[in-house]
């Protein structure tokens, strides 16, 4: 059977044709993409949308959050009992080590005092729970269930129990968004544990690994080996560990070496992250000298979080 | 009334002239597919998860004109935008050429029966998906995994079932024809 949609004949006049209002649309969409991309003003009008938007969100949660208590409900019992017998050996294995822990942090104290470093990570994080991943297939991103309610702010480095995960980009009411290390715009400061050279990983987008650019064929590098944070932008803490060097190749006619990293943290699997408190704060950056390039350059800042 | 059986799916038989979309109602399903596309997921679950909005929007597009047109597209697409936290302006390009391409095309979409109609379906969302593509790698995004062709496909395989649901209450009362 037929259905023909009840309409008004085509003769009465009906405003613009639609090639019109899609010329018209059109170009208010690239100038708000061109608005968005390049200068991101719009930020706030993000930000007030957010908020309006937020009970929808959080209502779209329900059925999945319903089904995943059911779920728990009906968890099997020997699941559980499993799962407490692991927890208990393991406990019993790491207590041993954690034993060793206070007197190891005395020494590191002293130590550090006599070399009068800063103090600098100092412990205080927030625990937080993945809501969902982005819906953006374009980007890596996560959003977490605490927002500046929390005192969650943008920048602060995000980690599970393996390593860095990201950094918090966008902070709402009671979520925020985690730009994650393999996204394309996000780069983390690093250095390699055994040697000390220092770089910067690029996460590359999904599906490709993350790669640390512009190191010369001769650094000493080699597959296997940890890098963690540097510490260096003031973002991430020193001394966390991020991914280890999967594949290298080091070709004499190339300018520099292909080397490939894959994350320590669970990435794209962790449910529960960790938001640290933001280091000791960096002395100011001193001046730049007075330079006419230099300003032209810093309006084409590229999107790298913060 | 039956429920549309397999027999309604071909092209032959009498037609039926449905009763105009009430605007709230037209509202109300938006806000579903909203909310539909809203709902967290991960995995393969999420790489398949067809745009609900786009195809409640080109539904209505199709079947009210009237209510639904171009601009009514954009505005749900910055909506849409602002829930996913992406570019501004991405969903609402996408959903505005998709409300431009069903009314130059909905006139022949209804003469099919709705599996062809899924067919033709398939090539809108296809088209949109490969519009935001362009956007985004123009905007210098990389190129997403391969699975970005899949909700299209999907979407157009929900669209009998979603015509269906939403034509409903449209549908003529039986007792009304009776003499």
Redesign the interface.
């Known amino acids: 059977?037929?259905?023909?949609?009840?309409?008004?004949p085509a003769f009465f006049h009906?405003g613009p044709s639609?090639?019109t209002?899609?010329a018209f649309?059109?170009v208010?969409?690239?100038?708000?993409?061109f608005?968005?991309?390049r200068y991101r003003y719009?930020e706030n009008?993000?930000h007030v949308?957010?908020v309006v938007?937020y009970p929808?969100?959080r209502?779209?949660?329900w059925?999945?959050d319903a089904i995943a208590w059911v779920g728990r409900y009906f968890s099997s019992q020997h699941a559980l009992i499993e799962e407490n017998a692991d927890l208990k050996r393991r406990v019993v294995e790491q207590s041993a080590l954690a034993q060793r822990v206070p007197g190891v942090e005395r020494d590191n104290a002293t130590l550090r005092g006599l070399l009068a470093v800063r103090d600098r990570y100092t412990g205080a994080a927030v625990a937080v729970e993945v809501?969902?991943?982005?819906?953006?297939?374009?980007?890596q991103?996560v959003?977490v269930s605490k927002g500046s309610a929390d005192d969650i702010a943008p920048g602060r480095a995000v980690v599970d129990a393996q390593g860095v995960v990201g950094q918090v980009t966008?902070v709402f009411p009671g979520m925020s968004?985690v730009t994650l290390v393999t996204d394309?715009d996000h780069a983390v400061p690093v250095k390699v544990e055994r040697s000390g050279v220092r770089s910067v990983m690029f996460g590359?987008?999904?599906?490709?690994p993350p790669e640390l650019r512009f190191m010369a064929p001769n650094a000493d590098i080699a597959v296997g080996d940890v890098l963690v944070t540097s510490g260096i932008d003031g973002t991430y803490p020193a001394g966390l560990p991020v991914a280890q060097v999967a594949t290298l190749e080091r070709e004499t006619g190339q300018m520099f070496a292909r080397i490939a990293a894959k994350p320590l943290a669970g990435v794209d699997r962790s449910e529960w992250l960790l938001v640290l408190a933001p280091s000791a704060a960096l002395p100011a950056r001193p001046e730049e000298p007075a330079d006419p390039d230099a300003a032209k350059k810093s309006g084409k800042g590229r999107r790298r979080g913060n | 009334m039956a429920l549309p059986n397999i027999s309604s799916l071909s092209p032959a038989g009498p037609e039926e002239i449905l009763l105009p979309a009430r605007p709230w109602f037209i509202g109300v399903t938006l806000i579903g597919g909203l909310l539909a596309n809203l709902v967290p997921l991960s995995g393969i679950s999420l790489a398949l998860r067809p745009d609900f909005l786009a195809l409640v929007l080109l539904y209505w597009c199709i079947q009210a004109p009237r209510y639904v047109g171009v601009g009514v597209a954009w505005c749900v697409g910055i909506v849409m935008d602002v829930g996913d936290g992406t570019l501004f302006g991405q969903h609402a390009f996408a959903y505005a050429f998709l409300a431009y391409a069903a009314e130059y095309f909905r006139r022949r979409v209804l003469r099919f029966p709705l599996w062809q109609q899924a067919a033709q379906v398939a090539v809108l969302l296809f088209l949109c998906a490969a519009l935001v593509l362009l956007i985004r790698v123009v905007g210098g995004a990389p190129l997403p995994r391969w699975t970005f062709v899949a909700p299209p496909f999907v979407g157009a395989l929900l669209w009998p079932a979603i015509s269906v649901v939403l034509q409903w209450p449209q549908r003529p009362r039986q007792s009304s024809s009776e003499l």
């Open positions: 059977m037929h259905h023909i949609p009840a309409e008004p009906r639609p090639l209002r899609l649309f059109g208010l969409s690239i100038a708000l993409l608005l968005d991309t719009l009008v993000r949308a957010a938007i929808l969100q209502a779209a949660q059925p999945g809501l969902y991943y982005g819906r953006d297939p374009f980007t991103k959003f966008r968004e394309k590359a987008g999904a599906g490709h």
